[in-house]
């Protein structure tokens, strides 16, 4: 029976492996999907620069622990909420929200589900950054909330949604002051 084999895995095959032309051929799509990427990522910081209100937003998004360029510009993107919503609706927003699994007298884990991916696959990034340093403010609450027996994963999603809610805070803090 003859499999029709995924490119990746393709490439493992020893046959090709040895094949100097499938090789060339590749790494020069390779090269291209880089240079493609590096354009966009300008394209975009130059968007940011341009715009006065993108840029500030930036560097306040920026200036949460654990949140970097990417992550910054990811929530800009995928969040126009951010700063004008609660910090329930942020959390529910970005997945990051603990929703019950109770039925009559019993209690269940609570889940978080729902929301964005994308925001919540940044978040997971930004709080594991976040968690390596314990003598930042959000190390010390990854650091205490292991120390009260939480498992791991929920320490993580528990920073999550506060890097969320406060990187929502600050914003709002901010919009707030430009009114005024």
């Not at 919503?85 to 589900?113: E, F, W």
């Not at 506060?162 to 990187?167: P, T, W």
Request: glycine letters at 6%.
């Amino acid at each position: 029976m003859n499999e029709r084999k995924c490119p990746i895995l393709i490439w493992n095959d020893y046959k090709i492996r040895n094949n100097k032309l499938l090789k060339r051929s590749i790494k020069n799509i390779l090269r291209a999907l880089d240079k493609e990427i590096a354009t966009m990522d300008d394209e975009i910081a130059t968007l940011i620069k341009e715009n006065k209100e993108l840029k500030e937003a930036h560097k306040i998004i920026s200036s949460v622990d654990g949140i970097g360029n990417v992550v910054a510009v990811t929530l800009l993107a995928h969040m126009p909420e951010l700063g004008k919503a609660t910090r329930r609706q942020i959390a529910s927003l970005s997945g990051c929200a603990p929703h019950p699994k109770d039925s009559g007298k019993m209690h269940g884990y609570r889940r978080m589900r729902g929301g964005r991916h994308q925001i919540r696959r940044c978040l997971f990034i930004a709080a594991l950054s976040a968690s390596r340093n314990h003598k930042k403010p959000l190390g010390a609450f990854y650091k205490r909330l292991i120390e009260q027996g939480k498992k791991p994963m929920i320490a993580i999603g528990a920073l999550m949604r506060k890097i969320i809610v406060i990187a929502n805070a600050r914003l709002r803090d901010y919009y707030s002051l430009q009114l005024s």
